[in-house]
Protein backbone atom coordinates (compact mmCIF):
# COMPACT_ATOMS: atom_id res chain seq x y z
CA UNK A 1 0.00 0.00 0.00
CA UNK A 2 1.07 3.64 -0.75
CA UNK A 3 -0.24 6.92 -0.28
CA UNK A 4 0.43 9.14 -3.29
CA UNK A 5 0.19 13.19 -2.04
CA UNK A 6 -0.36 15.28 -5.19
CA UNK A 7 0.60 18.96 -4.06
CA UNK A 8 -0.99 21.05 -6.57
CA UNK A 9 -2.86 23.84 -7.49
CA UNK A 10 -6.55 24.18 -6.68
CA UNK A 11 -7.73 24.04 -9.63
CA UNK A 12 -6.49 20.61 -10.24
CA UNK A 13 -8.31 19.06 -7.36
CA UNK A 14 -11.40 17.51 -9.74
CA UNK A 15 -8.88 16.17 -12.40
CA UNK A 16 -7.26 14.36 -9.46
CA UNK A 17 -10.63 13.27 -8.13
CA UNK A 18 -12.01 11.86 -11.43
CA UNK A 19 -8.13 10.02 -12.10
CA UNK A 20 -9.08 8.19 -8.45
CA UNK A 21 -12.90 7.56 -9.16
CA UNK A 22 -11.41 5.97 -13.03
CA UNK A 23 -8.81 4.05 -10.90
CA UNK A 24 -11.39 3.08 -8.29
CA UNK A 25 -8.62 3.36 -5.37
CA UNK A 26 -9.01 2.81 -1.66
CA UNK A 27 -9.68 6.31 -0.68
CA UNK A 28 -8.96 10.11 -1.38
CA UNK A 29 -8.65 13.58 0.79
CA UNK A 30 -8.45 16.85 -0.11
CA UNK A 31 -6.27 18.81 1.99
CA UNK A 32 -7.20 23.20 2.62
CA UNK A 33 -5.28 24.93 -0.21
CA UNK A 34 -2.38 28.03 1.60
CA UNK A 35 -1.80 31.23 0.71
CA UNK A 36 -0.04 30.36 -2.76
CA UNK A 37 -3.37 28.67 -3.59
CA UNK A 38 -1.70 24.81 -3.56
CA UNK A 39 -3.03 22.49 -1.94
CA UNK A 40 -2.47 18.69 -1.33
CA UNK A 41 -4.80 15.72 -2.29
CA UNK A 42 -3.67 12.21 -0.91
CA UNK A 43 -4.85 8.96 -2.08
CA UNK A 44 -4.05 5.54 -0.84
CA UNK A 45 -3.27 2.83 -3.24
CA UNK A 46 -3.12 -0.30 -3.51
CA UNK A 47 -0.31 -1.79 -5.26
CA UNK A 48 -2.18 -2.97 -8.13
CA UNK A 49 -2.88 0.78 -9.03
CA UNK A 50 0.15 2.53 -7.88
CA UNK A 51 1.78 2.54 -11.48
CA UNK A 52 -1.58 3.26 -13.78
CA UNK A 53 -2.27 5.67 -11.41
CA UNK A 54 1.41 7.69 -11.16
CA UNK A 55 1.11 7.36 -15.03
CA UNK A 56 -2.04 9.19 -14.94
CA UNK A 57 -0.32 11.78 -12.54
CA UNK A 58 2.80 12.26 -14.59
CA UNK A 59 0.73 14.11 -17.41
CA UNK A 60 -0.63 16.16 -14.70
CA UNK A 61 2.97 17.27 -13.43
CA UNK A 62 4.26 18.19 -17.42
CA UNK A 63 0.89 20.38 -17.59
CA UNK A 64 2.00 22.38 -14.31
CA UNK A 65 4.77 23.85 -13.04
CA UNK A 66 3.35 23.70 -8.95
CA UNK A 67 3.07 20.50 -9.29
CA UNK A 68 4.86 17.59 -7.01
CA UNK A 69 4.04 14.14 -5.89
CA UNK A 70 4.83 12.69 -3.52
CA UNK A 71 4.71 8.46 -2.71
CA UNK A 72 4.63 7.78 1.25
CA UNK A 73 4.57 3.98 2.28
CA UNK A 74 2.15 2.35 4.69
CA UNK A 75 2.69 -0.27 7.30
CA UNK A 76 -1.15 -1.04 8.13
CA UNK A 77 -4.56 0.89 7.40
CA UNK A 78 -7.63 0.18 9.09
CA UNK A 79 -10.03 -1.39 8.06
CA UNK A 80 -7.71 -4.00 5.91
CA UNK A 81 -8.14 -3.63 2.46
CA UNK A 82 -8.37 -7.14 0.79
CA UNK A 83 -7.53 -8.12 -2.61
CA UNK A 84 -10.97 -9.10 -4.13
CA UNK A 85 -9.85 -11.49 -6.78
CA UNK A 86 -6.94 -13.92 -7.51
CA UNK A 87 -5.78 -11.53 -10.43
CA UNK A 88 -5.79 -8.74 -7.53
CA UNK A 89 -3.44 -10.97 -5.72
CA UNK A 90 -1.44 -11.61 -8.53
CA UNK A 91 -0.52 -8.31 -9.14
CA UNK A 92 0.02 -7.20 -5.85
CA UNK A 93 3.26 -9.07 -5.94
CA UNK A 94 5.16 -5.62 -7.29
CA UNK A 95 4.61 -3.75 -4.30
CA UNK A 96 6.85 -1.05 -5.55
CA UNK A 97 6.43 1.37 -8.27
CA UNK A 98 8.44 2.15 -11.59
CA UNK A 99 9.37 5.68 -9.72
CA UNK A 100 10.28 3.80 -6.14
CA UNK A 101 12.28 1.65 -8.06
CA UNK A 102 14.04 4.16 -10.12
CA UNK A 103 15.12 5.90 -6.81
CA UNK A 104 16.19 3.06 -4.85
CA UNK A 105 18.14 1.71 -8.09
CA UNK A 106 19.65 4.78 -9.02
CA UNK A 107 20.93 5.54 -5.25
CA UNK A 108 22.94 2.18 -5.36
CA UNK A 109 24.84 2.76 -8.33
CA UNK A 110 25.91 6.30 -8.20
CA UNK A 111 30.03 7.05 -8.57
CA UNK A 112 30.82 8.95 -5.51
CA UNK A 113 33.31 8.76 -2.90
CA UNK A 114 31.07 6.59 -0.57
CA UNK A 115 30.79 4.19 -3.58
CA UNK A 116 34.99 3.71 -3.61
CA UNK A 117 35.24 3.86 -0.17
CA UNK A 118 33.18 1.11 -0.33
CA UNK A 119 35.03 -0.52 -2.72
CA UNK A 120 37.94 -0.34 -1.23
CA UNK A 121 37.26 -1.53 2.17
CA UNK A 122 35.64 -4.45 1.41
CA UNK A 123 38.54 -5.02 -1.25
CA UNK A 124 41.12 -5.10 1.45
CA UNK A 125 38.09 -7.72 3.75
CA UNK A 126 37.58 -10.02 0.79
CA UNK A 127 41.32 -10.38 0.33
CA UNK A 128 42.10 -11.23 3.62
CA UNK A 129 39.38 -13.19 4.28
CA UNK A 130 40.47 -15.01 1.11
CA UNK A 131 44.19 -15.05 2.26
CA UNK A 132 43.52 -16.51 5.84
CA UNK A 133 40.75 -18.58 4.83
CA UNK A 134 38.16 -17.45 6.75
CA UNK A 135 34.57 -17.70 6.09
CA UNK A 136 33.05 -15.41 8.51
CA UNK A 137 35.38 -12.27 6.82
CA UNK A 138 34.49 -13.29 3.32
CA UNK A 139 30.83 -13.50 3.66
CA UNK A 140 31.52 -9.69 5.48
CA UNK A 141 32.85 -8.56 1.79
CA UNK A 142 30.24 -10.11 0.24
CA UNK A 143 27.12 -8.21 2.57
CA UNK A 144 28.91 -5.29 1.80
CA UNK A 145 28.64 -6.17 -1.85
CA UNK A 146 29.18 -2.32 -3.74
CA UNK A 147 29.24 -4.04 -7.06
CA UNK A 148 26.07 -5.45 -7.06
CA UNK A 149 24.63 -1.73 -7.04
CA UNK A 150 25.95 -0.99 -10.55
CA UNK A 151 24.78 -4.31 -12.32
CA UNK A 152 21.03 -3.83 -11.32
CA UNK A 153 21.40 -0.38 -12.63
CA UNK A 154 22.68 -1.63 -15.68
CA UNK A 155 19.90 -4.18 -16.36
CA UNK A 156 17.14 -1.57 -15.27
CA UNK A 157 18.26 1.01 -17.34
CA UNK A 158 17.90 -1.52 -20.33
CA UNK A 159 14.71 -2.24 -19.55
CA UNK A 160 13.51 1.41 -19.38
CA UNK A 161 15.73 2.38 -22.49
CA UNK A 162 17.38 4.93 -20.03
CA UNK A 163 20.45 6.13 -21.97
CA UNK A 164 21.89 8.07 -18.96
CA UNK A 165 20.97 5.57 -15.98
CA UNK A 166 23.11 3.32 -18.63
CA UNK A 167 26.18 5.09 -18.99
CA UNK A 168 26.04 5.73 -15.02
CA UNK A 169 26.20 2.19 -14.63
CA UNK A 170 28.90 1.46 -16.93
CA UNK A 171 30.69 4.02 -15.26
CA UNK A 172 30.64 2.85 -11.86
CA UNK A 173 30.63 -0.90 -12.91
CA UNK A 174 33.82 -0.23 -14.92
CA UNK A 175 35.68 1.98 -12.15
CA UNK A 176 34.91 0.06 -9.15
CA UNK A 177 36.07 -3.64 -11.21
CA UNK A 178 38.73 -1.32 -11.98
CA UNK A 179 39.41 -0.56 -8.25
CA UNK A 180 38.67 -3.88 -6.53
CA UNK A 181 41.42 -5.42 -9.65
CA UNK A 182 44.04 -2.99 -8.87
CA UNK A 183 44.18 -3.27 -5.39
CA UNK A 184 43.83 -6.93 -5.18
CA UNK A 185 46.82 -7.15 -7.74
CA UNK A 186 49.16 -4.50 -5.05
CA UNK A 187 48.11 -6.80 -2.43
CA UNK A 188 49.27 -10.33 -4.18
CA UNK A 189 52.26 -8.58 -5.65
CA UNK A 190 53.16 -7.64 -1.69
CA UNK A 191 51.73 -10.67 0.16
CA UNK A 192 52.41 -14.33 -0.11
CA UNK A 193 49.40 -16.09 -1.45
CA UNK A 194 48.03 -19.01 0.50
CA UNK A 195 47.38 -21.80 -1.86
CA UNK A 196 46.24 -24.20 1.13
CA UNK A 197 43.21 -22.01 1.70
CA UNK A 198 39.61 -23.43 0.57
CA UNK A 199 37.57 -19.45 0.13
CA UNK A 200 40.60 -18.47 -2.10
CA UNK A 201 41.43 -21.66 -4.37
CA UNK A 202 37.17 -22.09 -4.77
CA UNK A 203 37.00 -19.19 -6.47
CA UNK A 204 39.89 -20.16 -8.77
CA UNK A 205 36.96 -22.40 -10.94
CA UNK A 206 33.65 -22.27 -12.08
CA UNK A 207 31.26 -24.87 -13.35
CA UNK A 208 28.01 -24.70 -14.93
CA UNK A 209 26.19 -25.70 -11.39
CA UNK A 210 28.00 -21.73 -10.54
CA UNK A 211 25.85 -20.49 -14.07
CA UNK A 212 22.76 -21.85 -12.74
CA UNK A 213 23.30 -20.25 -9.11
CA UNK A 214 24.51 -16.88 -10.90
CA UNK A 215 21.23 -17.02 -13.12
CA UNK A 216 18.91 -17.85 -9.96
CA UNK A 217 20.54 -15.22 -7.40
CA UNK A 218 20.49 -12.50 -10.17
CA UNK A 219 16.51 -13.38 -10.26
CA UNK A 220 16.18 -13.22 -7.10
CA UNK A 221 18.06 -9.56 -6.67
CA UNK A 222 15.17 -8.10 -9.27
CA UNK A 223 12.19 -10.05 -7.10
CA UNK A 224 13.13 -8.70 -3.73
CA UNK A 225 13.52 -5.61 -5.71
CA UNK A 226 10.31 -5.43 -7.04
CA UNK A 227 8.58 -6.82 -3.97
CA UNK A 228 10.23 -4.58 -1.10
CA UNK A 229 11.75 -7.38 0.50
CA UNK A 230 14.86 -5.73 0.54
CA UNK A 231 16.39 -7.91 3.75
CA UNK A 232 16.55 -10.86 0.74
CA UNK A 233 19.03 -8.96 -0.80
CA UNK A 234 21.36 -9.63 1.65
CA UNK A 235 21.35 -13.65 0.80
CA UNK A 236 21.71 -12.62 -3.04
CA UNK A 237 24.51 -10.69 -2.09
CA UNK A 238 26.52 -13.84 -0.47
CA UNK A 239 24.94 -15.67 -3.61
CA UNK A 240 26.54 -14.43 -6.20
CA UNK A 241 29.14 -12.28 -5.42
CA UNK A 242 31.41 -10.32 -7.34
CA UNK A 243 33.75 -8.96 -5.15
CA UNK A 244 35.49 -12.18 -3.96
CA UNK A 245 35.84 -13.92 -7.83
CA UNK A 246 37.53 -10.23 -8.32
CA UNK A 247 40.15 -9.95 -5.54
CA UNK A 248 40.94 -13.68 -6.57
CA UNK A 249 41.82 -12.66 -9.90
CA UNK A 250 43.74 -9.61 -9.09
CA UNK A 251 45.49 -11.64 -6.35
CA UNK A 252 46.67 -14.67 -8.96
CA UNK A 253 47.60 -11.90 -11.23
CA UNK A 254 49.60 -10.21 -9.19
CA UNK A 255 51.09 -13.38 -8.10
CA UNK A 256 51.83 -14.11 -11.52
CA UNK A 257 49.30 -17.18 -11.67
CA UNK A 258 47.86 -17.39 -14.54
CA UNK A 259 46.32 -20.66 -14.85
CA UNK A 260 44.16 -19.65 -11.68
CA UNK A 261 43.40 -16.12 -12.54
CA UNK A 262 41.98 -17.22 -16.01
CA UNK A 263 39.45 -19.75 -13.70
CA UNK A 264 38.48 -16.70 -11.72
CA UNK A 265 38.15 -14.43 -14.64
CA UNK A 266 35.47 -16.87 -16.00
CA UNK A 267 33.75 -16.83 -12.77
CA UNK A 268 33.62 -13.30 -12.56
CA UNK A 269 32.53 -12.85 -15.96
CA UNK A 270 30.03 -15.76 -15.58
CA UNK A 271 28.03 -14.06 -12.39
CA UNK A 272 28.21 -10.43 -13.80
CA UNK A 273 26.88 -11.91 -17.15
CA UNK A 274 24.38 -14.19 -15.06
CA UNK A 275 23.24 -11.47 -13.10
CA UNK A 276 22.47 -8.66 -15.85
CA UNK A 277 20.96 -11.57 -17.98
CA UNK A 278 18.53 -12.69 -15.14
CA UNK A 279 17.65 -9.39 -14.13
CA UNK A 280 16.73 -8.08 -17.52
CA UNK A 281 14.33 -10.91 -17.86
CA UNK A 282 12.57 -10.58 -14.65
CA UNK A 283 12.40 -7.09 -14.91
CA UNK A 284 10.24 -8.06 -18.35
CA UNK A 285 7.99 -10.74 -16.64
CA UNK A 286 7.20 -8.25 -14.19
CA UNK A 287 6.12 -5.59 -16.34
CA UNK A 288 8.91 -3.44 -15.87
CA UNK A 289 8.34 -0.97 -18.81
CA UNK A 290 8.44 3.01 -19.40
CA UNK A 291 5.07 5.12 -19.13
CA UNK A 292 5.28 6.50 -23.19
CA UNK A 293 4.88 5.28 -26.41
CA UNK A 294 7.46 5.97 -28.14
CA UNK A 295 9.61 4.74 -24.95
CA UNK A 296 7.70 2.12 -24.51
CA UNK A 297 9.38 1.22 -27.81
CA UNK A 298 12.83 2.70 -27.35
CA UNK A 299 13.27 0.57 -24.17
CA UNK A 300 11.90 -2.73 -26.21
CA UNK A 301 14.76 -2.16 -28.47
CA UNK A 302 17.09 -1.65 -25.89
CA UNK A 303 15.64 -5.06 -24.10
CA UNK A 304 16.06 -6.74 -26.96
CA UNK A 305 20.06 -5.84 -27.92
CA UNK A 306 20.96 -6.72 -24.11
CA UNK A 307 19.27 -9.77 -23.97
CA UNK A 308 20.82 -11.14 -27.05
CA UNK A 309 24.38 -9.88 -25.96
CA UNK A 310 24.12 -11.63 -23.19
CA UNK A 311 22.60 -14.20 -24.16
CA UNK A 312 25.79 -14.66 -26.86
CA UNK A 313 28.43 -13.75 -24.03
CA UNK A 314 26.80 -16.25 -22.26
CA UNK A 315 27.28 -19.34 -24.53
CA UNK A 316 30.58 -18.24 -25.26
CA UNK A 317 31.50 -18.35 -21.74
CA UNK A 318 30.03 -21.79 -21.45
CA UNK A 319 32.00 -23.22 -24.43
CA UNK A 320 35.06 -21.52 -22.42
CA UNK A 321 34.23 -23.04 -19.16
CA UNK A 322 33.27 -26.57 -21.10
CA UNK A 323 36.89 -26.18 -22.60
CA UNK A 324 38.94 -25.60 -19.09
CA UNK A 325 37.46 -28.41 -17.54
CA UNK A 326 38.49 -30.65 -20.33
CA UNK A 327 42.21 -29.18 -20.03
CA UNK A 328 42.28 -29.67 -16.90
CA UNK A 329 40.74 -33.17 -16.58
CA UNK A 330 43.62 -34.43 -19.66
CA UNK A 331 46.57 -33.03 -17.16
Known amino acids: MRVIEVITDQGHVDTLRSIAEQQEIVDVWVGVSDEDGRCSTRMLVTPKKQQAILDALQSLISASENTRIVILPVEATLPRVEEKTPEEAKQSSITRSREELYEQIVAGAKLNSNFIYMVIMSTIVAAIGLLEDNVAVVIGAMVIAPLLGPNMALAFATTLGEGKLLWSAMKSNITGLSIALGLSILIGLIWPLNFNSQELMARTDVGFDGIVLALVSGAAAVLSLTSGLSSSLVGVMVAVALLPPTA ?49 QKAKQSMIIFVLFWLLVLIILIILVKVRQEFLLAV
Do not use: D, E, H
Not at 264 to 270: D, E, K, S, Y
Open 248 to 296: TLGLMLGAANFQYALGAGLLLAVNVVCVNLASNLVFLLKGIKPRTWYAK
